[in-house]
């Protein structure tokens, strides 16, 4: 087992945890301008997850390649990331963490140093690197969710 590994397997358990400890009126309600609400946020971490991997296949067979960009709140309204149905989502990353736990075991110990060109800032990030993200990524959110179970929240609102 690989260090990340279970970092990246409890995830998905994790957050469907935090989230099925918050009533479902809450799920739409958000903690602030400029922050998804619940809802979008899972479909957020869903979506991105297929994005990250793609990053890191992209490195390991074309390294040094440019990655496509993407912007996060145009995505939530292209996406339609309110309207999703959060447990749906969470099945949806659990699968899509899945492929990416599957991905990153089959690679060697030095396809971690082979890197894509971010596509902001243009600097090379290695697929060590997209997994230290990734890791942080995760845990920004999971303090995001975990929020719910003891701040008052207001309702409306889309962003991050």
């Known amino acids: 087992m690989t260090p990340y590994h279970l970092a990246f397997a409890l995830t998905p358990v994790t957050l469907r945890r935090i989230v ?9 309600d958000t903690l602030g301008p ?11 971490m869903a979506d ?3 994005i990250f991997l793609d ?16 912007d996060e709140s145009q995505r939530a309204i292209d996406k339609h990331y309110a309207t999703r149905d959060i447990q749906h ?3 949806v990353f659990e699968n899509r963490r899945r492929d990416t736990i ?19 800032g243009g600097k090379l990030r290695t697929i060590q ?8 990524h995760d ?10 179970l003891r701040e008052p929240v207001t309702s409306g609102g889309t962003a991050s």
Request: aromatic share 12%.
């Open 34 to 44: 400029d922050r998804f609400n619940l809802v979008e946020m899972v479909a957020h």
């Open 48 to 50: 991105w997850e297929d």
């Open 89 to 91: 989502e969470l099945d």
């Open 129 to 136: 690197n997209q997994v230290m993200m990734m890791t942080g």
């Open 20 to 28: 099925d400890c918050v009533p479902v009126e809450r799920h739409t």
């Open 55 to 70: 990053r890191m296949r992209l490195a390991h067979e074309f390294p040094g390649a440019p990655a496509e960009h993407h």
């Open 102 to 120: 599957d991905f990153l075991q089959s690679l060697k110990e030095e396809d971690f140093q082979k890197g894509f060109i971010h596509p902001e």
């Open 139 to 148: 845990i920004y959110h999971f303090d995001q969710a975990a929020q719910y």
